[in-house]
């Protein structure tokens, strides 16, 4: 007995069913992911800081822009970058670089860092991909943080020196340098070197491990120094503000009292140093390498192995910056020739401060880098005043200042 075709077919494919099957058979096989450590060297130069924020150039934009490319992560994880777990251990600001910046993420089992590099600009490398545990948060699961701060050592100079890059730095001067930052040590309130912080609050207390100055060297007949400091944590232009501190003392624009009297509830007048020089050397892991750094499964996060490749990528891309960026525009001679306009004493009048702003036109201001300075004083006393920074965004206006400087010089 032949069947009749109609009655065994229970359910005949409509047009609909065809399609649904046909795009099923074009999806891809689902891509098995793990959880990776992106060791990533970056030159802030040209970026307006390393996150990701939609509409401007950061380093962020660009290393998830060299993913999607190579199809490493999908458009949804390019979009909401939560979707793959996607985490950075340490924020840097505009021009900032890294020699060992570390990203978090789950990416493909067999993801191979050249093919990631094919993609990204020469100043921005992963240096290396490790698997790391479900549970690692490149932020959270960090101990601490190194940052260094390289400028021309004639910034450490006494007043009454000439400044040029004729300077060469003595013996003298290297060991008031180490006196000076010893007093860092230790934890302490960094209220006065940070905005938006309230001397009562308890994140503003902030404990420094390591902080000293490294040995002078010299290239493309500049002198440099370098100055080293760990810390669990940091806040938004501490280390600037550090810095400033440090050179004022160095310098005798200030006393060295300042720094103690800066731990104090009163808002000082302190100021922060230029922006280049700042480098985020290294990320500490040292309980996540205690814990799974030998447990035959997982790597260790020091990456010592590759110490000669971060050398490589500072001489070429991080030094060189620092010295042209300084020989044409004169960041640090323009800021030391304003320095001593602080008082490093406590704000009190804004009557004060509003006449500080309307000086920004007279003759006694050598550049718009002042300018930039005082609004950040008004910036700052708006937080103080009202607990909130004023609708016209004066922080940017003072990048604005900065860059008009620039142009100038």
């Not at 503000?241 to 808002?267: F, N």
Request: proline share 4%.
């Amino acid at each position: 007995m032949v069947s009749d075709p109609i009655i065994n077919q229970k359910h005949p494919l409509s047009e609909d069913d065809e399609n649904i099957v046909t795009k099923k058979l074009c999806i891809e096989p689902r891509v098995k992911r793990k959880k990776c450590a992106i060791l990533l060297a970056y030159s802030g130069l040209g970026y307006l800081g390393l996150q990701r924020n939609k509409g401007v150039k950061t380093v962020e934009e660009e290393l998830l822009l060299a993913l999607k490319s190579k199809n490493l992560i999908t458009d949804e994880g390019f979009e909401q970058i939560q979707t793959m777990q996607f985490q950075r251990a340490a924020r840097t600001d505009k021009g900032v670089s890294a020699l060992r910046q570390i990203i978090s993420l789950l990416l493909p089992e067999d993801v191979d860092k050249q093919v990631i590099n094919t993609a990204l600009p020469e100043q921005i490398r992963v240096l290396d991909i490790r698997r790391v545990t479900k549970g690692f948060n490149s932020k959270n699961s960090c101990d601490g943080r190194t940052y260094s701060y390289t400028c021309p050592t004639f910034a450490f100079a006494p007043a009454e020196t000439t400044i040029d890059f004729s300077y060469r730095i003595d013996a003298t001067v290297i060991d008031r340098i180490n006196e000076v930052v010893k007093s860092f040590l230790g934890c302490h309130n960094y209220h006065n070197y940070t905005s938006k912080k309230k001397p009562g609050d308890p994140s503003a207390q902030r404990y420094m491990v390591s902080f000293y100055c490294d040995k002078p060297f010299e290239k493309d007949g500049v002198e440099l120094i370098s100055l080293y400091v760990r810390g669990q944590s940091f806040m938004l232009h501490q280390i600037r503000k550090m810095v400033g501190v440090i050179i004022a003392i160095c310098r005798g624009v200030a006393k060295h009292d300042v720094i103690e009297r800066a731990w104090q509830p009163d808002r000082l007048d302190l100021p922060i140093a230029p922006g280049l020089g700042l480098v985020l050397e290294e990320v500490h892991y040292d309980k996540y390498n205690g814990k799974f750094g030998n447990d035959g499964m997982h790597e260790r996060l020091d990456f010592v192995e590759l110490n000669d490749q971060v050398s490589e990528f500072r001489a070429k891309y991080i030094l060189p910056t620092i010295i042209k960026v300084e020989k044409e525009e004169s960041s640090m001679q323009l800021w030391l020739e304003q320095l001593p306009l602080h008082t490093f004493e406590v704000r009190t009048e804004h009557r004060h401060l509003r006449t500080d702003v309307n000086e920004i036109n007279s003759p006694g201001l050598a550049s718009l880098q002042a300018a930039a300075e005082l609004i950040e004083k008004e910036e700052q006393h708006a937080i103080d005043t009202n607990g909130e920074v004023p609708p016209d965004n004066l922080s940017t206006l003072a990048d604005a200042a900065q860059a008009m400087s620039s142009e100038k010089n």
